[in-house]
């Protein structure tokens, strides 16, 4: 299957799955407030303190906190029932307000005398600086009775919903309970739930499918350090087995995303190069992550789709939202198969692997020093990956090379090499190994097919008993005459002496 080919297959299966939220009914649970951005010049700097002055010219105002998760749902075409609470204020008639201009949106909201409506007021210079933010807001516990008032309202919605979000923003409508209370009552019907957590307690959170903290909730959360994938994996694993939830997808702002599961590992780029404004990108994870497992995606699936999201809120101004007309226009553009893509470590491909195998794909595997690429080696690969629906490609580490070549090669070192191998088409994956052969790799990934050009002798394929020991085969690819990297470089030499 030619690249275009399975991109085109990729984007009807997208299709399909955007078409599917309109059919969704989700119940989100949690903390509303009014984001409010106030625009306006600054020409002078106050005589009464070293502060500037703002001119106010323009005030806008959105749904905020959990809110905005319910904006992204109404924006990606599903039907939401909203339950949260707000004070009997201006803000509370206003939150209103804006939930009734919402399509498919039902909120039932508590409203109480003791409580204050969460504000966020953000301060902008007319080209866009941020100058101040300054909040009003309740963070105490609703009372039992009010509690007790949102469980009969959420009881009443959660058998007729296909997913639960709590969207927690530590401003009292999740404490006392309630958000239990909630996990137990969707898994009890069967109904999948995902947490956007706050704060450091994350007991209340025990039983859920999904929780998506940031790295810095995360690091909080289990004082643990998260420098780096390999310490956010622990960190997410040990957040994992504390509360029994399902997997946990952290969000890592300019880096993407990671996704641990019982399964395996997920490193998922950013999908976006120009970063505007990050406010709300976390609830647009929200929507479009609990969205894809309400229609039926698998996990991974339902992440690298949340993670495409995030990419066009955060390259946009203010809490935007994304509609599934812009979620296809990227991966047109993006394809979800470009060369950043292509990289993984062995951890991150063995996750790839396993996530290429529940789609019933056939896995192939290759492997080279692929130094300086020629006919040959493009012949190679176009057999691989005929062979094969998915082909991973073993790429020597340049201390691997120098061992095995001699102290002037590689030519190119290893990340040059594996971007000329990304950036082919018959390649989907490409793993860089440190060992002289790729026999660790071949037994991690276990790949269906194992192909090596036709200059080796069956017995000489590393990885090939073990290959056909469960089944798999192994192919010898013709090999394309008169081309070798090694002669290359000797004809590259000879020509400089004469």
Known sequence: ???????????????AL????????????????????????????????PVPVVRITRETSELGGAGNVVRNLAALGARCAFVTAVGDDRAGREVGDMLSRLE???????????????????????DGHHLLRADRETTLALSPEGTADLERAITAQIRECDAVILSDYGKGVLMGGLAGKVIAAARAANKPVVIDPKGTDYARYVGATIITPNRTELAEAMNMPVD?????????????????????????????????TADGIYHLPAETREVADVTGAGDTVVATLTL???????????????????????GRHGTAVATPQDIAAAFRHTGLANADQKFSDR??????????RRQGLKVGFTNGCFDLLHPGHVSLLRQARDACDRLVVGLNSDASVKRLKGPDRPVQNETA???????????????????????ALIEALRPDVLVKGAD?????VVGGDLVESYGGRVILADVVASHSTTATIAAMKAARKS
């Open 1 to 15: 299957m030619r690249e275009s080919d399975a991109h085109s297959d990729d984007l009807s299966a997208l299709s």
């Open 417 to 439: 090499r594996a971007a000329v191998m990304a950036s082919l088409s018959p390649v989907d994956l490409v793993v860089i190994f440190g060992e002289d052969t790729p026999l």
């Open 228 to 260: 780096g994938d390999d310490a956010i994996v622990a960190a997410a694993q040990a957040l994992r087995r504390q509360i029994d939830v399902g997997a946990v997808l952290v969000t890592r702002s300019g880096e993407g995303m990671t996704l641990v």
């Open 347 to 356: 951890a991150g491909a063995l996750a790839r692997v396993m996530d290429w």
């Open 456 to 460: 080796y002798a069956r017995t000489q």
């Open 104 to 126: 498919n949106v039902e909120p039932y909201l508590r409203v109480s005398r003791r409580r204050e409506t969460t504000v966020k007021s953000r301060f902008f210079s007319l």
């Open 18 to 49: 955007l078409a599917g939220f309109a059919g969704r009914r989700v119940l989100c649970v949690g903390d509303v407030m009014v984001d409010r951005s106030l625009y306006g010049d600054v020409k002078r700097i106050s005589p009464e303190a």
């Open 292 to 314: 894809a497992l309400a229609c039926g995606a698998a996990l991974p699936s339902a992440a690298r789709l949340a993670n495409l999201a995030a990419g066009i809120v955060v």
